[in-house]
């Protein structure tokens, strides 16, 4: 069993930053894909930013040059950074564990945090 949990959250100004962080339970980490996805009111959950086990990254359009997704295999903590915040970034955002074992797929989500971008 895996147990990821966020954290980093919070009410930001535009073009302000905040960086999420998300620390996973077990000893899988170093081989799961993690992800950052984020779900706005009203709007379906949208992959925002993922990173493989050998650390290959990419991003949604929206936030390529201004987000950046990084992870600390020593630590089981996967982290987002997000710089110039606007507020169409203002979602929950969740944290995404994605393995694969012989031919069993295993996903495995957080609860969740909120980032709100306002002034």
């Known amino acids: 069993q895996v147990q990821l949990v966020e954290s980093g959250g919070g009410l930001v100004q535009p073009g302000g930053s905040l960086r999420l962080s998300c620390a996973a339970s077990?000893?899988?980490?170093?081989?799961?894909?993690m992800g950052w996805y984020r779900q706005a009111p009203g709007k379906q959950r949208e992959l925002v930013a993922a990173?493989?086990?050998?650390?290959?990254?990419n991003y949604a359009d929206s936030v390529k040059g201004r987000f950046t997704i990084s992870r600390d295999n020593a630590k089981n903590t996967v982290y987002l950074q997000m710089n110039s915040l606007k507020p169409e970034d203002t979602a929950v955002y969740y944290c995404?564990?994605?393995?694969?074992?012989?031919?069993?797929?295993?996903?495995?989500w957080g609860q969740g945090t909120r980032v709100t971008v306002s002034s």
């Open positions: 995404n564990a994605a393995l694969v074992v012989g031919i069993h797929d295993y996903d495995y």
């Open positions: 077990g000893s899988i980490f170093s081989s799961a894909a």
């Open positions: 990173v493989t086990s050998g650390g290959t990254t």
